[in-house]
Each structure stands twice: as structure tokens, then as C-alpha cells.
């Protein structure tokens, strides 16, 4: 968990930095496209995955939350550009989900935009329980996402 001080948590933000075509070189300077919200995330957001949809809009899928609680979850943030700002928060999938999954996260999306991959426990209150992988399909329009 990303302790507060005061009431101030650490930033943990999700950069972009555009690369050349080699894949290795940077090109210009990072920028924050997105960062937690304080107490609403735990102070977290981690495990970026960041996918173009049809109509040409971006979704940015993250976990939020301390990864060994139950209130670890998806979310996701839209943008018309790849840079930001990433708005429209929606949580895609958390504990309270029909497939008993506690603690989902880390999703990663395949390039055809419907095949997820994510882990999670199959145990609640279970901090130190196996995180396992689990697949699915994801239909996204801008500001939402169904599993």
C-alpha cells in the first residue's frame, strides 16, 4: 500500500515516451498520462496496458490497489489521443465479480481488442495465496468495458 503522508499519497504515475521504429531509442522526453487517486485507488496504479479501439480512441487498462488485497482491481481511462489525458475511469473487473476471481489485475490485451489474459486469487482475504492466470473476452466502447 502506498502510505499517505498527512493525507498526501506518493505519486505513482503511467508514462508515455515515444520510441523510434528500432524499438530501443527514446525519442523526446516522458509524460504522465495518468496517476492514482489518492485514497479512491490506495494510492496505486501499476501494470499499464494500452490499447487503440475501432473508433480510434485509446483505452489505457491498469490494476489499482495493493496487489495482495481483495480491493485489488482493473480499471480503465479513455483518450482521444495517445498522449492523454486519460479521463472517463471505469473499474472493468474487482472482487465483486460472478467467477469468484479475489483480487484481479494485470491485465493484458490481445492485439484483436476481445482476448484479455489478467491473475488473481481464487481465495479471498488470502494475501499470500498463488495468483493464477485467467483469460476472457473484453468488449470495449468508449467509456466502458464488458466482460
Request: glycine fraction near 10%.
Amino acid at each position: 500500500m502506498n502510505t499517505p503522508t498527512g493525507s498526501i499519497y506518493y505519486p505513482t504515475p503511467i508514462m508515455i515516451q515515444q520510441m523510434q521504429r528500432d524499438a530501443i531509442t527514446l525519442v523526446g522526453s516522458p509524460s504522465k498520462i495518468l496517476d492514482h487517486v489518492g485514497a479512491n485507488n490506495d494510492g496505486i496504479v501499476e501494470a499499464p496496458a494500452l490499447y487503440k479501439i475501432s473508433d480510434g480512441n485509446y483505452v489505457l487498462f491498469y490494476s489499482a490497489h495493493c496487489f495482495d488485497d481483495d480491493n485489488y482491481d482493473i480499471e480503465a481511462a479513455f483518450s482521444s489521443t495517445i498522449n492523454g489525458a486519460y479521463t472517463d475511469r471505469v473499474i472493468v473487473m474487482n472482487t465483486a465479480n460472478p467467477y469468484e476471481i479475489y483480487g484481479p489485475g494485470g491485465l493484458d490485451i490481445d492485439p484483436n481488442g476481445v482476448t484479455v489474459v489478467f491473475h488473481g486469487r481464487l481465495n479471498p482475504n488470502d494475501p499470500g495465496g498463488a495468483r493464477e492466470l485467467f483469460s476472457g473476452d473484453i468488449s470495449i466502447t468508449r467509456g466502458s468495458v464488458t466482460y
